[in-house]
């Protein structure tokens, strides 16, 4: 059996496809299914565009087109980042598995020195208004400024533009790079983005389920619900990447834990907010989280009137 699974074109991307890729053709191989699985290269606007991305990825800059492909048929399913997922479903698609989730966390990467250590004014590099805000609310003196592109390009910036780049643990720990981290930062500091660190795997309507149940087989129940209860939050506070909105949430046996935070751009005032109940109901508890947020004044922090 041959499968195509729809891939963006970077190295990072590449890399996380496949490292699912190869998880299903093992977990097929271990239940008697010879599998094989082909890489089908798609081109995303995010790839494409040399603008700033903020604002965009909330309508799913690195996603639409590998759902185009799926639909067309040019592919079987495809693999994304969840984090730049729009928390909305796919009315067409189904969201067949999310693995394992990996490291949560941000990292600093400079020359040397740590966030406290840093130089005054220190010049740090990176795209997300989350993750802008966050550095501003633990350094006052920093200057963030705008940063894209892949990790080369990123690390690149540290040969005299940039004092720092933030990157996520995750993608540098897929690539083998993590040792070019100079610091991860603590979530209680830098909370995450909704979704960090988990991979979804969307599979075409209509899929046969002699290769689809294979595809199922590689979700990881516990990153299900905690990455559920975190965008369960994001919808209702109708937030993308352009709003500084982070969550975590953990899962220990049934009980799960979720932990927000909402910042205003200038990283000068913070709302943050906890939860806890049973990761069967996680989407109810991410929901009304938000909702408490928003009735505290989350929106105001966010831009909005």
Request: aromatic content about 4%; overall charge negative.
């Given at each position: 059996m041959k499968l195509r699974l729809g891939t963006r074109g970077s190295t990072l991307a590449r890399t996380q496809s496949g490292m699912v890729a190869d998880a299903l053709v093992e977990h097929a191989a271990s239940v008697g299914v010879e599998l094989e699985v082909e890489l089908v290269e798609i081109t995303t606007h995010g790839d494409i565009s040399r603008g700033s991305l903020v604002g965009l990825s909330e309508v799913g800059v690195f996603v639409n087109a590998l759902r185009d492909a799926l639909l067309a048929g040019e592919c079987d399913f495809a693999v994304h980042s969840l984090k730049d997922m729009p928390t909305a479903p796919h009315p067409e698609l189904e969201l067949a598995a999310i693995s394992k989730r990996a490291d949560v966390r941000d990292a600093l990467c400079t020359t040397g020195p740590g966030l406290r250590d840093l130089p005054e004014g220190a010049r740090i590099g990176t795209g997300s208004p989350r993750r802008a805000a966050q550095l501003i609310s633990l350094r006052r003196d920093l200057r963030v400024e705008g940063l894209r592109g892949n990790v080369d390009t990123r690390l690149g910036k540290l040969s005299g533009e940039l004092d720092g780049v933030v990157l996520a643990a995750a993608g540098l720990e897929r690539l083998g790079r993590l040792d070019e981290a100079t610091e991860l930062l603590d979530p209680t500091d830098m909370m995450p983005a909704p979704g960090q660190g988990a991979l979804a795997i969307e599979i075409a309507?209509?899929?046969?389920?002699?290769?689809?149940?294979?595809?199922?087989?590689?979700?990881?129940?516990?990153?299900?619900?905690?990455?559920?209860?975190?965008?369960?939050?994001?919808?209702?506070?109708?937030?993308?990447?352009?709003?500084?909105?982070?969550?975590?949430?953990?899962?220990?046996?049934?009980?799960?834990?979720?932990?927000?935070r909402v910042v205003d751009a200038g990283g000068t005032l913070a709302l943050n907010e906890t939860a806890q109940g049973p990761a069967s109901e996680a989407a109810s508890l991410g929901r009304s989280t938000g909702w408490t947020l928003l009735g505290r004044g989350a929106g105001r922090l966010m831009g909005r009137a």
């Open positions: 309507p209509g899929a046969d389920d002699a290769w689809a149940d294979l595809i199922r087989a590689l979700d990881h129940a516990p990153t299900r619900a905690a990455v559920t209860a975190e965008r369960s939050l994001l919808g209702v506070l109708d937030a993308g990447c352009a709003a500084p909105v982070a969550a975590y949430a953990t899962v220990a046996g049934e009980r799960l834990s979720l932990r927000a």
